[in-house]
């Protein structure tokens, strides 16, 4: 099946810094990409949705200067968590739409000290 | 059993057992609906899906269940394995994959 590679998997970083997620479908072209973020014993939650080449729509509740998403092309968007803060750790997952279904990156654990 | 709260569902079966995970969905118009496997650490993995215009369908080892009269789906496992440990989780959407919502998620944990 197709792959979504999503890097890197686990990133510590220190209150106050920025930290950027790649999410990359590697053998198609996906149309739409979407981030999700996901707190320990909980659903994934739907943070935004991107397609190429425009802006992306956030869910409500959702900052969209904090979290800013770039999907510049048709393989690759990226989500940067800014100013990130302890309340920011979670698990970020990635999903890649081509014209027939949705397929999830392995998720980005992501913790702020 | 089941507990509430931040933790979440979880089912305990017996290696070899059926299993049947609930879930309740929320949005009528909804016409698309997946399941998903989560192990720790590790992205949602498609199991299988079904369209609204279905009542069933089966797939290796698996079985969905669709009830849009009561919007309820459930997932039947067949003789689980310890590798079917993980947390499960519907999810619908509306359209196609324009927007997919994930409901709670159950843990099933399997007993060798």
């Known amino acids: ?113 | 059993g089941e507990s509430v709260g931040l933790h979440l569902p979880t089912l305990s079966v017996q290696e070899g057992d059926n299993s049947i995970i609930n879930c309740a969905y929320s949005n009528s118009a909804s016409d698309y609906f997946i399941w998903y496997k989560q192990e720790s650490g590790k992205g949602p993995q498609f199991i299988i899906d079904i369209r609204s215009n279905m009542d069933k369908r089966q797939g290796q080892r698996v079985t969905v269940l669709l009830n849009k009269t009561v919007k309820h789906l459930s997932l039947q496992i067949a003789a689980t394995q310890p590798g079917d440990s993980a947390v499960y989780f519907c999810a619908e959407t509306e359209g196609g994959y324009q927007k997919v919502t994930f409901g709670i998620g159950t843990k099933l944990q399997v007993i060798p």
């Open chain 1, 1 to 113: 099946g197709a792959v979504v590679s999503q890097h890197p998997s686990r990133v510590i970083c220190k209150s106050g810094t920025s930290v950027k997620i790649e999410c990359r479908s590697l053998d198609f072209q996906a149309t739409t990409m979407f981030w999700y973020r996901q707190f320990p014993k909980q659903s994934l939650m739907l943070m935004a949705t991107s397609n190429e080449g425009s802006k992306a729509t956030y869910e409500q509740g959702v900052e969209k200067d904090k979290f800013l998403i770039n999907h510049a092309s048709l393989t690759l968007s990226t989500l940067t968590v800014t100013s990130a803060h302890p309340e920011d750790s979670s698990f970020y997952i990635c999903s890649a739409r081509d014209d027939r279904e949705a397929f999830f990156g392995q998720g980005t654990r992501l913790t702020v000290v």
